[in-house]
């Protein structure tokens, strides 16, 4: 009789409700965050007493392993055997299959898996079983299955002159044991949250190669020789700090911001019928920037993790300074500084970008583009607003592009203009993501379809008519050495 009606909000463990009662945080938010926590201590206890010179690395393998699996059970229950079982049968195709093919039945399977949990979570179990998505962890999984999965086809199949510089030297020779699998999917650093990382660079940090392999690799093809890779390891103290000052801001700016702008309101039908349109535009900015936070806490934390565990040199930049920026998944000032469509979207969520472009846009021989969109499309799961958002994308991305092309020579004559002209761009550039995440963020058709009715769908309308008015080759007014000099100004926008 007296037991809470709530209690059955997430499919994890519930023994932390006091502390989701106390901050007004969901459970399931609640276990991920302490787990994140747990895992950050143990990686500082991971990097010092089971480092590769004190300990064997199945040792840091099994135990690797072993938190990752307490965790995913922690916060997911027994729906953490979905993790367990996509992982094992890809194991199983990987070992069994050959490897003219073991790449492509381990995409089929895995994101055939992940898509089927997907579609139970929204047409069976309407739109999440309970409050807790288990699918996180199959995300995360799928992109290292896939991963492995082509690099051993490359390493076991493919001739070396066929491979790309960076497929070459990310190819595995040969298949690894299962516990090496495991560890490399289900490892407590990444199984929440990811990143995905590769093979070869994970085995190197168990090993203890990983921090020699990356400072040599900088130097390579160069006479000079600085004695960088000679260092035994970096403290990554200091890269740990400033990510969890980050992770401290984005808490304080959660509590302070986040919550008081909800985006559902943008759908709520009061503030449809009585909000002018600047008043809607105001706060569907507003609130759709206050809601990134919460992906800066969650990508940043992990990094830190990752880091903590010595895990993610990169290499040295150019002040002599350990970069620690490996796996990194976010590039922060990059994105609210953002003046360009493309720029934004380079530097949010980079380790899936960089696995779309390894398994599947730098591998089929054509439609690169179109299929790339369907494999993001079917790894981020089959909720409507995923779509509306994807298909938006697509005209805003040429209707920018072409307006950039048309436009942008003529205001980089003086800095004052070129300040103004980036002014511009940056509020045109987040009211267009704004207006685009948005479905990504209400989920469903029909608030949809009410956001964009309210918003007179004047984004789509105006990248439309860009995009027909716009030549896509705008000719050029300016000698042809100036015009080359801006388009080495802002690379690859």
Known sequence: MGERSDSFTTTGCTWLWPLSDLTGVPLDQVNFIICQAVGLAAAFWFRRSLSPQRVSPALRHAVATLLGVSFVIFCFGWYASHTFILTLSCYIIL???????????????AVGYLTACQISRVFIFSYGILSTDFSGPLMMITQKITTIAFQVHDGMCRKQEELTPEQRRLAVVTRPSLLEYLSYNLNFMSILVGPCSNYKDYIEFIEGRHVQSKLKRLREGSPEQNGWDAL???????????????????????????????????????????ASFLRKLVYSLISLQAARPKFYFAWTLADAIHNAAGYGISGVDEKGQVSWDLISNIRIWEIETATSYKAFIDNWNIQTGVWLKNVCYDRVPYYRTPLTFVLSALWHGVYPGYYFTFLTGIPV???????RRNFRQYFLGSPTVKFAYDVVTWLATHLAICYTVAPFTLLAMEPTLEYYRSMYFYVHIISILAIIVLPSRPRSTKPEKHAQHSN??????
């Open 397 to 403: 991305t040429l209707a920018a592009r072409a307006m």
């Open 232 to 274: 035994s390891e970096p403290s990554p103290v200091q890269a740990v700090c400033q990510k969890l000052l980050v992770c401290v801001g984005c808490m304080f700016w959660f509590f302070a911001i986040t919550k008081s702008f909800p985006v559902t309101y943008t759908v709520d039908p009061e503030f449809l019928s009585q």
């Open 488 to 493: 080495n100004n802002v690379k690859g926008d």
């Open 95 to 109: 070992c069994k299959a050959s490897v003219h093919n073991v790449h492509w039945y381990s995409m089929l399977v």
